[in-house]
């Protein structure tokens, strides 16, 4: 059958299954909008180019499916590069597929043009710059393929126009779909090899103080069961890092929530003290880990990724088998059965008691505000938190709202808690909220956003009203860059340098009804649960709603940076 | 130039790639990216014009061998690595230079060029053009000899390498 490029990629796209891309026309695109009118696919119609890639991510997050963004050249590619950058920081599936200009122009310094496979080489797992119409096909379906499989991450497709453009003889082609890849470098490794999980099992049933270490590859692998089996049947506590909230319940016995920077003190001091560390997906990243030559010094290392060059790329494991988790773990709960199971453990009785010893002395705390005072953030979260449904989504911005949230939220269940962990993209929250309604409608989504970060992206809720999508938002405004102000009222002597935002300008609530959302202001501790339990009844539009909150709060525990994880901060009374 | 190369602080990888655009940026980007310095770099086609073969002297101090080696498995596009430790390849390298050589002397200086296995493959009045393909050892002593003559250019292609069969 003959066909032009334009149509193919749509049909491609369509044949991948692609329910929802989201994206904004231009120049060098113009030719693939075309045909987008008659496709079943729906086209979410952004205000800037970021939000697409956010919202994108938001979806994968939330479905486990690929998210897909289409864009023009240039300067909509560049505008594209945080989100890109971000999910491969964050290992999520995304396929996005930016205008070039015609091929003739390329490299002519032509109207719009950037070398996009240049600028977006060391932040995608992989891109490709379209040169014959022919290729589309293959290289859409090679795309998903190296997007979703293996350690998952950004793909970005840069066809120049002229191949999409159904006027131009460039954009001809034979259609065909391949009924596989060929990909002859790329064969991520799925089974663990047989003889390093039996070595893992024996290290597990011989420690005494064992610990496992979730990372966001639990979530990746949809190994949140896996994970669940695995410490039930062995007993052994869990923490689950900032990308791995939800994939084990924290209202599980053995779920000792998240460790690092701003984890809770039982958390970062059970793997500190631990004596084998068994890291599922998860990066030693130095967040979690503190000073390194600090970290966890007693501890034997079992480390499992799907990503062989994460093993021994922080710190040498003892076993580092290379394998997708989910199935890993099953070979090893197989593995640890044979070897006799949980009745060949030694005594560990000694071990959980000092873990509930720490639970009980150093739980999170903060002090209410005084009557007339303004909103404590915990104290907002805990009240979002218990009225909103166990499987509500959280999406959140970077800062200290994200870390109040990871820390106050209860995460029962896997894909609740959207965030952005590794690039720290303040802006994040609400298009990624948006993208996580769209995937997920049955589902309440909230969003928990900072002053400063609903100011970088907040014209997508103009997108969420137009099309339909009622994502709720929670801003938690201090009036502050609140994460930097406290880095310099802690280690700067309370000098603030340019981190005063305002409370009023903008008026947040009149610019969200300007935006065509629902738009609220909440003051005092009262008023708190009657805003949100009126937001969860707004089903046809956006909410937003102002929480006045108290600047002056920090967020504990806390690693000073660059310390050892022994040297936790655990309250405002122990920093100075 | 670092006119002792054979230290152990350098090693040889030779990467098999898909003989396409941009996979040579993807390469040295990644060295450029995480830190990892090259020493020298060598590519061309293999006898399968549909593959390239990279040879990358990389100085090892700069990062674990090994971390490079996994970063590089993880681009698409790279087929085949192999680690090449230097007792373990036949290594070879092309070296060619013009220097400053008066009439006078020009006869002198033809014989120490033969002596040394290289060639003269251009003369002038007052310069000439020798090459020497040979070990990275070999081309370090004949550039040493060179260097008593003024210089005009030196040029090396920095190595290739195979695994020793024997
Ligand atoms: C795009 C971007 N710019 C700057 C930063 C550095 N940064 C991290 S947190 C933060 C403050 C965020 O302020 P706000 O959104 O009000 O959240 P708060 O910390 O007050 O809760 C800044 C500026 C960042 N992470 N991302
Ligand atoms: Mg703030």
Same mark, same amino acid.
């Given at each position: 059958m003959k066909t032009n490029g334009g149509a193919a990629l749509i049909k491609a796209l369509e044949l991948e299954g692609v329910d929802v891309m989201f994206g904004l026309p231009g120049g060098a695109i113009l030719p693939v909008y075309d045909p987008i009118i008659d496709?079943?696919?729906?086209?979410?119609?952004?205000?800037?180019?970021?939000?697409?890639?956010?919202?994108?991510?938001?979806?994968?997050?939330?479905?486990?499916?690929?998210?897909?963004?289409?864009?023009?050249?240039?300067?909509?590619?560049?505008?594209?590069?945080?989100?890109?950058?971000?999910?491969?920081?964050?290992?999520?599936?995304?396929?996005?597929?930016?205008?070039?200009?015609?091929?003739?122009g390329i490299g002519t310094d032509a109207f719009q043009e950037v070398d996009t496979v240049g600028i977006t080489r060391s932040i995608t797992k992989h891109n490709e710059l379209v040169t014959r119409a022919q290729d589309i096909p293959r290289i859409v379906r090679e795309a998903f393929h190296i997007a979703t499989t293996g350690r998952p991450g950004p793909v970005l497709i840069d066809i120049p126009k002229d191949l999409v453009?159904?006027?131009?003889?460039?954009?001809?082609?034979?259609?065909?779909?391949?009924?596989?890849?060929?990909?002859?470098?790329?064969?991520?490794?799925?089974?663990?090899?047989?003889?390093?999980?039996?070595?893992?099992?024996? #290290?597990?049933?011989?420690?005494?103080?064992?610990?496992?270490?979730?990372?966001?590859?639990?979530?990746?692998?949809?190994?949140?069961?896996?994970?669940?089996?695995?410490?039930?049947?062995?007993?052994?506590?869990?923490?689950?890092?900032?990308?791995?909230?939800?994939?084990?319940?924290?209202?599980?016995?053995?779920? #000792?929530?998240?460790?690092?920077?701003?984890?809770?003190?039982?958390?970062?001091?059970?793997? =500190?003290?631990?004596?084998l560390l068994i890291a599922l997906g998860s990066r030693f990243d130095d967040r979690v880990t503190g000073k390194l030559d600090g970290f966890a010094a007693n501890a034997k290392i079992i480390h499992v990724d799907i990503d062989p060059a994460e093993l021994g790329k922080v710190r040498r494991p003892d076993v580092g088998i290379t394998g997708d988790c989910r199935l890993v773990i099953t070979e090893m709960i197989n593995a640890l059965k044979i070897l006799g199971g949980a009745d060949k453990q030694p005594d560990r009785s000694a071990w959980k008691s000092t873990i509930s010893g720490w639970q009980e002395k150093f739980p999170l705390t903060y002090v209410q505000s005084e009557p007339g005072d303004l909103l404590k953030p915990q104290?907002?979260?805990?009240?979002?938190?218990?009225?909103?449904?166990?499987?509500?989504?959280?999406?959140?911005?970077?800062?200290?709202?994200?870390?109040?949230?990871?820390?106050?939220?209860?995460?029962?269940?896997?894909?609740?808690?959207?965030?952005?962990?590794?690039?720290?993209?303040?802006?994040?929250?609400v298009p990624a909220a948006i993208g996580a309604k769209v995937g997920r409608p049955d589902r309440m989504v909230w969003a928990v956003d900072g002053d400063g970060c609903f100011q970088m992206t907040a014209q997508e809720l103009v997108t969420a009203a137009a099309e339909r999508i009622p994502v709720k938002i929670a801003i938690l405004n201090n009036a502050y860059l609140g994460m930097v102000r406290q880095w310099q009222e802690m280690f700067y002597e309370e000098r603030y340098?340019?981190?005063?935002?305002?409370?009023?300008?903008?008026?947040?609530?009149?610019?969200?009804?300007?935006?065509?959302?629902?738009?609220?202001?909440?003051?005092?501790?009262?008023?708190?649960?009657?805003?949100? =339990?009126?937001?969860?009844?707004?089903?046809?539009?956006?909410?937003?709603?102002?929480?006045?909150?108290?600047?002056?709060?920090?967020?504990?525990?806390?690693?000073?940076?660059?310390?050892?994880?022994?040297d936790i901060v655990v309250g405002p009374e122990d920093y100075r | 130039m670092n006119t002792n190369p054979s230290v152990v602080r350098h090693h040889i990888i030779s990467v098999l790639v898909e003989n396409k655009p941009g996979v040579l940026a993807r390469v040295s980007g990644l060295f450029a990216r995480r830190g990892y310095n090259i020493f020298s770099l060598a590519v061309?086609?293999?006898?399968?014009?549909?593959?390239?073969?990279?040879?990358?002297?990389?100085?090892?101090?700069?990062?674990?061998?090994?971390?490079?080696?996994?970063?590089?498995?993880?681009?698409?596009?790279?087929?085949?690595?192999?680690?090449?430790?230097?007792?373990?390849?036949?290594?070879r390298e092309l070296l060619l230079a013009t220097v400053e050589s008066p009439q006078a002397t020009r006869q002198t200086f033809a014989v120490q060029v033969e002596v040394a296995g290289a060639r003269i493959l251009d003369a002038g009045d007052d310069t000439v053009t020798v090459s020497l393909e040979g070990t990275p050892d070999e081309l370090d002593q004949f550039a040493l000899l060179l260097a008593t003559h003024p210089v005009v250019a030196l040029q090396r292609t920095g190595r290739v390498a195979l695994p020793k069969i024997g």
């Open positions: 496709s079943p696919i729906r086209h979410i119609l952004v205000r800037h180019e970021q939000g697409a890639g956010h919202m994108a991510e938001g979806y994968a997050h939330a479905t486990g499916r690929p998210g897909v963004a289409m864009v023009t050249s240039g300067p909509a590619a560049t505008n594209i590069i945080t989100p890109l950058a971000d999910a491969y920081m964050d290992s999520i599936p995304m396929v996005v597929i930016t205008g070039q200009v015609g091929t003739a453009d159904p006027t131009n003889p460039n954009s001809a082609l034979d259609w065909y779909w391949p009924d596989s890849v060929d990909l002859p470098g790329y064969n991520p490794r799925l089974d663990g090899d047989p003889e390093l999980i039996e070595a893992a099992a024996r #290290l597990i049933l011989a420690a005494e103080r064992p610990i496992l270490y979730a990372g966001g590859g639990i979530l990746k692998a949809r190994a949140a069961e896996a994970l669940l089996a695995l410490a039930e049947m062995l007993d052994i506590p869990v923490v689950t890092t900032l990308m791995a909230r939800g994939a084990m319940p924290d209202d599980h016995p053995l779920c #000792l929530g998240m460790p690092g920077m701003h984890g809770n003190y039982t958390a970062v001091t059970a793997m =500190q003290e631990s004596d104290f907002v979260l805990e009240q979002l938190r218990d009225n909103t449904p166990d499987d509500c989504i959280v999406a959140s911005g970077v800062g200290q709202h994200q870390m109040w949230t990871a820390q106050y939220w209860k995460f029962n269940h896997p894909y609740t808690w959207i965030n952005s962990g590794g690039l720290g993209t303040m802006g994040f929250a340098s340019e981190v005063y935002l305002s409370p009023d300008l903008p008026d947040y609530k009149m610019w969200a009804e300007s935006m065509g959302c629902v738009g609220m202001r909440v003051e005092s501790p009262e008023d708190v649960l009657p805003a949100i =339990q009126r937001a969860n009844e707004v089903d046809d539009r956006p909410v937003v709603i102002d929480f006045r909150t108290d600047a002056r709060e920090k967020v504990f525990p806390m690693v000073p940076s660059g310390k050892s994880n022994s | 061309a086609p293999t006898d399968d014009d549909r593959r390239s073969r990279i040879t990358i002297v990389v100085d090892v101090e700069s990062a674990p061998l090994e971390q490079i080696v996994k970063q590089l498995d993880k681009l698409i596009n790279v087929l085949e690595i192999d680690e090449l430790a230097p007792g373990d390849a036949v290594e």
